[in-house]
Each structure stands twice: as C-alpha cells, then as structure tokens.
C-alpha cells in the first residue's frame, strides 16, 4: 500500500450515515487510497473541500440540499479539479451524460460490492498514474479503455445472469426476507436452484441468512437482503 502522503485522498458523499461509513470502508481497503473524509450533505461537503484536499469524490447523486450534480457543478465553478466516481442507484442516461462533462469518470451503481468498487478504484489509480506524452491514437485508445471497461463480473458455472438478477430483484423486494421456497415460486424456478442463487448473494457479501424457527420440522433457512450498499 502506497503511503499516506502517495495516496488518492478520497471525500464520500452519501446522505445514508450507514451507507456513508460502508464507502468510507471500502475505499480505505483499497491500496493507495485514503479516506480523508465523509459528508452526509451538500453542504457539509464544501465545507470539507475547502479546508481539506481531495483527489477523488465518491458522490451520491441524491443529497437532502440539492441534487449532486449541482455540488459538482457549483464545485467546477469555484475551481475544485477532484475527479468524481458518481455512486448511485440512478439510472437515467442523461444523468449520466450530465455527469460526464461535469467530471465524473465513473458511474458504481447501489447496490454493489466491495469486489466493484476496488475494481473501479483500481482502474482510476491506473489511469490517474498514466504520464507523459503518446505516442499515437492507439496509446490514448488504451488508457481510455482502463478507465471505461471493467472487466464483466464472472458468475459460478451454472448460474446465468437474468435469473441471478430476478433473484436479487425478488429478495430486495422482501423487506421480511425470503426462504428458497419462496423465492422459487417468485422467480418460477426450483427451491434447489432458487438456493444456489440464494447461496451466491450470501457468498458475494449482498445477503445474509438465518433458520427460520416456530415450524414442526427441520427449521428452513431465511434470506434477507443486505441494504447497506444501496437502497
């Protein structure tokens, strides 16, 4: 790990306080970061950018005083050049395109995992530590493509991505957790594979699970979605 006076400073942004401190985490377990601070508002987030330098904001695009993008915006204004990775469960393009000429160099979108946040902080400290002049199209081409293409998650042999996602869509929308059984007639597919894909979420750190007691019989067990990297 690179010392704390190489290191990318990174602020977080995220009005969650829980969700803030799981940022904060993530980032400071990735070599060559450090995490100098944490605002739960726009606001409280200017006040840390002009006493404090930061290399990197990792902004939640939904703020109790105003949306992110006019922090970012207002920030380019007064001459703040800390580059952006926007962190947040928005999904409309133009926001995204808003973001990108405003400075935001990546996009991780709630909820996710520890694995895609290093992945994309891994990426942007490549990146970042790219130097002196190319030699031609094809070397600009090659540092762009560190930034913007992140290598596709792999999944277990025998799980697909569709049933995984209508899986994670089901449990997140169970405020009360799910059993496998459940689960299986939710998405329309067999308690057996619905646990395996239960199983995954727990592995990937995005579920947990519990027996569920108070039933003649073996107790089944119960999943319950983890929220602290989303909501």
Same mark, same amino acid.
């Given at each position: ?55 990197? %904001? ?81 070397? #600009? ?50 308690? %057996? ?8 979420? #727990? ?12 039933? %003649? ?15």
């Amino acid at each position: 790990m690179s010392d704390a006076g190489d290191a990318i400073r990174v602020l977080v942004v995220e009005d969650d306080p829980v969700a803030a401190d799981a940022h904060a985490l993530y980032a400071g377990r990735v070599p060559g970061f450090v995490v100098t601070g944490v605002a739960h508002s726009r606001a409280a987030a200017v006040r840390l950018l002009d006493r404090t330098p930061v290399d990197l %904001i990792l902004l939640d695009l939904y703020l109790p005083d105003g949306h992110g993008l006019q922090l970012l915006r207002s920030l380019r204004a007064a001459g703040h050049s800390a580059d952006v990775i926007a962190v947040t469960s928005a999904r409309d393009l133009a926001i995204v395109r808003e973001g990108v000429s405003l400075g935001v160099v990546q996009y991780v979108l709630k909820p996710f995992t520890f694995a895609t946040l290093r992945d994309r902080l891994t990426r942007y400290a490549e990146f970042r530590a790219t130097a002196g002049e190319a030699s031609g199209q094809d070397e #600009v081409d090659r540092a762009l493509a560190t930034l913007r293409t992140p290598q596709p998650a792999s999944l277990p042999k025998g799980l697909s991505a569709p049933t995984l996602e209508a899986v994670t869509r089901t449990l997140r929308d169970a405020p009360s957790g799910l059993t496998a059984t459940e689960a299986g007639v939710a998405v329309g597919i067999s308690r %057996i594979t619905a646990r395996r894909y239960l199983e995954h979420l #727990v592995t990937d750190g995005r579920a947990a699970r519990a027996p569920q007691y108070g039933q %003649i019989g073996r107790p089944e067990l119960q999943y319950r979605w983890i929220t602290t990297m989303g909501r």
